[in-house]
């Protein structure tokens, strides 16, 4: 089994900051990407950032210069600085390892909400 737990989300400010973890565990002899996806009220869940081991984290356009997604591969840990938030990111913010092989897959955490007030 794969168990991912998210830490960090909570209420912010427009234009505030939050910055949120994840730390992967389980069963996991291998990974090729960690990241973070986000569904809003009413919204499909889009990409915000994926981190590829060993390479560079790409993030939405829609975030870009506001988000910063970062990883410690050697801890399958996962971080996403979320500065000048606005409104329109609230949502509940999913982590997520993609795993290869046959057993394998795109494996979400639980979720951690973020609320940003005008």
């Known amino acids: 089994q794969v168990h991912l737990v998210e830490s960090g989300g909570g209420l912010a400010q427009a234009g505030g900051s939050l910055r949120l973890s994840c730390a992967a565990s389980?069963?996991?002899?291998?990974?090729?990407?960690m990241g973070w996806g986000r569904r809003a009220p009413g919204k499909q869940r889009e990409i915000v950032a994926n981190m590829p081991i060993g390479g560079y984290a790409i993030v939405a356009d829609s975030v870009k210069g506001r988000f910063f997604g970062t990883s410690d591969d050697a801890k399958r840990t996962v971080y996403l600085q979320m500065n000048n938030l606005e409104p329109e990111d609230t949502a509940v913010y999913y982590c997520?390892?993609?795993?290869?092989?046959?057993?394998?897959?795109?494996?979400w955490g639980q979720g951690t909400q973020v609320t940003v007030a005008p």
């Open positions: 997520y390892i993609d795993v290869p092989g046959g057993d394998g897959g795109r494996f």
């Open positions: 389980g069963s996991i002899r291998s990974y090729s990407a």
